[in-house]
């Protein structure tokens, strides 16, 4: 029988409740998740509102990520809770002064968005498969909801509604990021999360992880389509992850420095595991080889002027490296948080363990679903050039 | 359902658990009883206004005072809650604990351990019994001095501020309790809690902490861990009664609280603690 709680060693002194940590990898994928889908949707709506068009190529399929990303949100939750199925008491009896009892609210409201902007975007191709003999037909009948008008007048009423729904949803998803961040950075019990610029941070890298993964997958999946990559539209994204990314190291560097600046109690503690423990994870895998490496990749061949293969292959594999230094930098903030003790006299080694609920494996598959989700859903709604153009 | 009928719910389930607790002869077994007690209050509760007989909530506003140069670090009040509440007996979870601080001649900070320590359980001879290890013996000891802690029952209790759902909640005299009916098990209040009173209760998948055991309380008990105390160091009272221990103890010592920065206004005060004291 799996054990009930797996406790952690320490060293200094931590308070003795303190040996189990409450909050586990789980809790590192959720923003990781929530991060994804603003990164995304940031993309997509690059092209639709403020026409980045350059970006064309990939905005549908960036409206697929940040959906299949999102519907996936509330599964580390569920996973993590003691009574899972008692999860909509947050909802039925919200209680006002919790930031996590938005949760529901807002991934609901955004969820809800999502489908709405995707079922507008792919409307005149659910409409056209609908027409087509076969089985699925009759799936896409149902999707079209028996709204079968593709004209020019109708097309542009729904147009409309694609730039107002994305209107809402850059703040919306950005503002569901934010508030991850917020739930973190409120707390007063942690020196490590207690910074007004944690909802800054999580949101800037939330953009970074986000534009990665869609310029990953989307090199990917032209690999599989055997299409050429449309250049220009990887470029854009570069610049988008060079810029972003040089305001994710500056404001983390301040917090950073104000808060060993600041040196209030518990300092010590902090340096000892900022100088110990976080060496690897922090400045080796978030800073150094996430981070700095990429950043010096991309200057090197935007600098250069690089083209072809080499450019592709470079930009592809900073965003990899990006992906990486995202999830480090959740795992650093969420896990790094709980092994600063309270006391700020000792701290905690948390080793993840492999198997069980809140297992390194549970984590590795959840992350998994969002990519079946959206194999799934790029099956039913292609979202390439192609298919819509 | 409004609040007064949500608090009475909420009232009549704790005063099952506590009779639940109280009339379970051996203590660990508590835990099954009282939660078939729940299952049926929470039925029950919808339909008939529950009470304590002869308690009104409204009446009392409780504290609790540590008299940290009395105690003796006997641990005898971490079995008793262990037993009373049934609380798991092994290292990692406490409703209460105790800390000692120890300063040794020409060191400027105290080390600090709790009965938790690994060296303290190695000392200790089965599992749920408690002792601290005479580590010390050959040192030059400069100062040392116990310090028992429990969750403090704030004012402003940044638990109650962070429960998403309020199955956590504050009673009008003055205690903060959990429903375990109604905790999902996020465990956000475990992460608010400046003094890591709570703890995750994974046989239940519940938060849980010290309720200064509201279920002997509010019959004119006090709290298991003052009624083991052989000292005296650990105080209980209602300060709405002058001549309470409690108001008592706060009357005549220069009591402080613990981190009171983090503006949770704690209702535990203490005496005889020195600048380590975290």
Not at chain 1, 316 to 326: F, Q, R
Not at chain 2, 106 to 125: F, L, Y
Not at chain 2, 238 to 259: E, G, H, T, Y
Request: glycine residues 8%; charged residues 15%; proline residues 5%.
């Amino acid at each position: 029988m799996e054990a009930l709680f797996h406790p952690s060693t320490f060293s200094g002194y931590v308070y003795p409740n303190e040996t189990v940590v409450p909050w586990t990898v789980l809790i590192v994928v959720y923003p990781y998740l929530t991060g994804l889908v603003a990164g995304a949707f940031t993309i997509s709506s690059l092209y639709q509102v403020f026409g980045f068009k350059q970006l064309r190529p990939v905005s549908h399929f960036a409206l697929l990520i940040s959906l299949s990303c999102m519907v996936t949100v509330p599964v580390p939750l569920l996973l993590h809770l003691g009574h899972p199925e008692r999860a909509f008491n947050a909802m039925i009896t919200p209680h006002v002064t919790s930031a996590f009892a938005v949760f529901g609210y807002a991934a609901g409201f955004y969820v809800l968005l999502l489908i709405l902007e995707t079922w507008f975007v792919f409307r005149p191709q659910i409409v056209q498969q609908a027409r087509r003999p076969g089985l699925l037909r009759w799936f896409y009948r149902i999707l079209s909801l028996g709204s079968d008008d593709t004209s020019e007048k109708a097309m542009s009423y729904d147009r409309k509604w694609l730039f107002a729904l994305a209107v809402i949803g850059i703040p919306g998803a950005h503002g569901l990021h934010g508030y991850v961040g917020f739930v973190f950075g409120s707390l007063k019990s942690r020196e490590w999360w207690s910074s007004d610029l944690m909802p800054v941070i999580f949101l800037l890298s939330a953009i970074i992880s986000g534009t990665a993964l869609v310029i990953v997958l989307y090199v990917l999946t032209c690999k599989f389509r055997k299409i050429a990559v449309d250049v220009s539209c990887l470029k854009v994204m570069a610049y988008a992850l060079w810029g972003f990314m040089m305001f994710t190291l500056v404001i983390e560097g301040v917090e950073f420095l104000s808060l060993v600046y600041r040196g209030r109690e518990g300092i010590e503690v902090i340096m000892e595991f900022v100088k110990g423990p976080l060496v690897i994870p922090f400045f080796i895998l978030q800073f150094g080889i996430g981070s700095l490496l990429p950043l010096a990749v991309i200057t090197f061949l935007i600098w250069r002027g690089t083209s072809g293969t080499a450019l592709i292959a470079g930009i592809t594999g900073s965003a990899i490296l990006v992906l990486l230094a995202v999830f480090m930098m959740r795992y650093n903030v969420v896990i790094g948080g709980q092994e600063i003790s309270k006391t700020g006299k000792g701290l905690i080694d948390y080793v993840p363990p492999l198997f069980g609920r809140e297992g390194l494996l549970a984590a590795g598959m959840v992350l998994a679903v969002p990519m079946i989700l959206l194999t799934i859903l790029v099956r039913l709604f292609p979202p390439w050039e192609e298919a819509y153009a | 359902m409004n609040e007064s009928e949500k608090r009475d719910t909420r009232r009549e389930f704790l005063s099952c658990l506590g009779s639940a607790v109280a009339c379970s002869a051996a203590a660990v077994t508590a835990g099954a009883v009282s939660s078939t007690a729940i299952g049926a209050t929470q039925v029950a509760g919808a339909a008939d206004k529950p009470e304590i007989p002869g308690y009104d909530w409204s009446k009392h506003r409780w504290a609790f005072g540590v008299d940290a140069e009395r105690c003796i670090g006997c641990l005898r009040c971490v079995v008793a809650c262990k037993l009373e509440n049934d609380v798991s007996l092994d290292p990692h979870h406490f409703r209460t604990w105790v800390e000692r601080y120890v300063t040794l001649q020409g060191e400027d900070n105290a080390r600090i351990d709790s009965q938790a320590d690994p060296i303290n359980i190695a000392a200790s001879d089965a599992e749920g019994e408690y002792r601290f290890s005479n580590r010390y013996k050959d040192a030059n000891v400069e100062k040392a001095f116990f310090l028992p802690k429990l969750c403090n029952h704030c004012t402003h209790p940044a638990c109650v501020q962070v429960c998403p759902t309020g199955a956590t909640y504050k009673t009008d005299d003055g205690v903060v309790v959990i429903d375990h009916t109604y905790c999902i098990g996020c465990q956000y209040c475990v992460q608010a809690c400046p003094y890591g009173a709570r703890f995750f209760d994974e046989r239940r998948n519940v938060s849980d902490k010290c309720t200064w055991c509201y279920h002997r309380i509010t019959k004119g008990l006090r709290p298991a861990c003052v009624e083991v105390c052989p000292t005296g160091a650990r105080i209980f009272g209602d300060l709405n009664d002058k001549q309470s221990p409690i108001s008592q103890f706060i009357q005549n010592n220069r009591v402080r609280v613990l981190r009171p920065e983090t503006g949770n206004a704690p209702n535990v005060f203490y005496t005889g603690t020195d600048k380590d004291v975290i």
